[in-house]
């Protein structure tokens, strides 16, 4: 299986990151036989070098830098917020037409005090399934565009969570009922949730970069099913 380039230069490369796809190897996922990161450089013939975390289960951009001095710069870039991060997610229940979470957030199982995280959001679709998922009559979601200001682990999907419409198929942050119901009823077991677009400006040519990812099949298919269009 080869990865869809989405961008690439000299000093970047960026690709659309399957559900399900590690970045690199974990002693987490032993099961994992498959990596992005090795791909990548199988793709290129080069050493390329992580830029940036993704979930295994989101998909969407993910960079890689072809030098230490180039995962530098851009590192520092998403350290000093100069990244704009932009996501799609289908999360339970009607959520608000917009709104901002700040809520900070607890590092891990560590005893440090949590972290400031901010998280925007505008719901963009919404859909009622005459299904009766837990104790309400119809089964209720919402296609939510996301942006978040800081970068803690599993924000998006803690931070949903939190506010009480939890992304759809989150094993960890999520509603087991509405993951059994997606898995079942519609087929789908991937997380719902996309890295659809980044913005910054390129360290080295100063030029203004936007790199989109297209749906990928899973989440592409519930769009579809629910009858949204969707514009990534």
């Known amino acids: 299986m080869a990865l869809s380039v989405l961008f690439s230069d000299e000093f970047y490369v960026a690709v659309n990151k399957p559900n399900g796809l590690l970045v690199h190897k974990t002693r987490i996922a032993a099961d994992?036989?498959?990596?992005?990161?090795?791909?990548?450089?199988?793709?290129?013939?080069?050493?390329?070098?992580?830029?940036?975390?993704?979930?295994?289960?989101?998909?969407?951009?993910?960079?890689?830098?072809?030098?230490?001095?180039?995962?530098?710069?851009?590192?520092?870039?998403?350290?000093?917020?100069?990244?704009?991060?932009?996501?799609?997610?289908?999360?339970?229940?009607?959520?608000?037409?917009?709104?901002?979470?700040?809520?900070?957030?607890?590092?891990?199982?560590?005893?440090?005090?949590?972290?400031?995280?901010?998280?925007?959001?505008?719901?963009?679709?919404?859909?009622?399934?005459?299904?009766?998922?837990?104790?309400?009559?119809?089964?209720?979601?919402?296609?939510?565009?996301?942006?978040?200001?800081?970068?803690?682990?599993?924000?998006?999907?803690?931070?949903f969570n939190r506010i009480n419409h939890p992304v759809i198929n989150d094993l960890k942050h999520g509603d087991y009922r509405h993951n059994h119901f997606f898995r079942d009823e519609l087929g789908c077991s991937a997380l719902l949730l996309h890295a659809r677009k980044l913005v910054f400006t390129h360290p080295f040519t100063n030029e203004n970069i936007t790199i989109q990812a297209p749906l990928q099949a899973p989440f592409e298919q519930i769009c579809q099913k629910m009858r949204w269009e969707v514009e990534v």
Request: hydrophobic share 40%; charged share 15%.
């Open 32 to 159: 994992a036989t498959e990596f992005a990161l090795q791909m990548v450089r199988n793709q290129t013939g080069r050493q390329v070098y992580p830029v940036h975390r993704l979930d295994r289960g989101t998909s969407g951009v993910l960079v890689f830098a072809f030098s230490p001095s180039a995962l530098a710069l851009l590192n520092a870039c998403f350290e000093n917020r100069q990244v704009q991060k932009h996501y799609l997610a289908i999360v339970r229940g009607f959520a608000p037409q917009s709104g901002t979470i700040d809520i900070p957030l607890e590092q891990g199982n560590s005893n440090l005090p949590a972290r400031q995280a901010t998280t925007l959001y505008q719901r963009l679709a919404m859909a009622e399934l005459p299904y009766a998922v837990g104790p309400y009559p119809t089964a209720r979601y919402s296609l939510v565009a996301v942006q978040p200001l800081t970068g803690r682990m599993h924000q998006i999907r803690r931070h």
